[in-house]
Nanobody, 123 residues
Framework: QVQLAESGGGSVQPGNSLTLSCDAS????????MGWFRQAPGKEREFVAA????????YYADSLKGRFTISKTNAKNTAYLQMNSLKPEDTALYYC????????????????WGQGTQVNVSS
């Protein structure tokens, strides 16, 4: 079993920043990376960002490059998502994931999902 504990969500005004954290524990030895997906109300779930198990390679949804930064602390098996210049359209439930395959933009590569942390961006 894998446990993914997300934190850091909240409500912010447009232009502000938030950092999400995700602690992975349990049977994580098969993981090839960690990442984030999000789902806004009435919309399909979408890929946000991923980092490989070494923490050296990162991947982003094209629309989010330059504003979001993902990182990973290997010692603690923790992933972070730094979100800058937040926009109302970033409002969503953000899910931390553990990948068991390396095609990171696909939900089919995900082995475990967190419960999600809510991010609200509004003035």
């Amino acid at each position: 079993q894998v446990q993914l504990a997300e934190s850091g969500g909240g409500s912010v005004q447009p232009g502000n920043s938030l950092t999400l954290s995700c602690d992975a524990s349990g049977r994580t030895e098969r993981a090839v990376g960690m990442g984030w997906f999000r789902q806004a109300p009435g919309k399909e779930r979408e890929f946000v960002a991923a980092v490989d198990s070494s923490g050296r390679r990162t991947y982003y949804a094209d629309s989010l490059k330059g504003r979001f930064t993902i990182s990973k602390t290997n010692a603690k098996n923790t992933a972070y998502l730094q979100m800058n210049s937040l926009k109302p359209e970033d409002t969503a439930l953000y899910y931390c994931v553990l990948y068991i395959r390396g095609f990171y933009s696909s939900a089919g590569s995900v082995g475990s999902w967190g419960q999600g942390t809510q991010v609200n961006v509004s003035s």
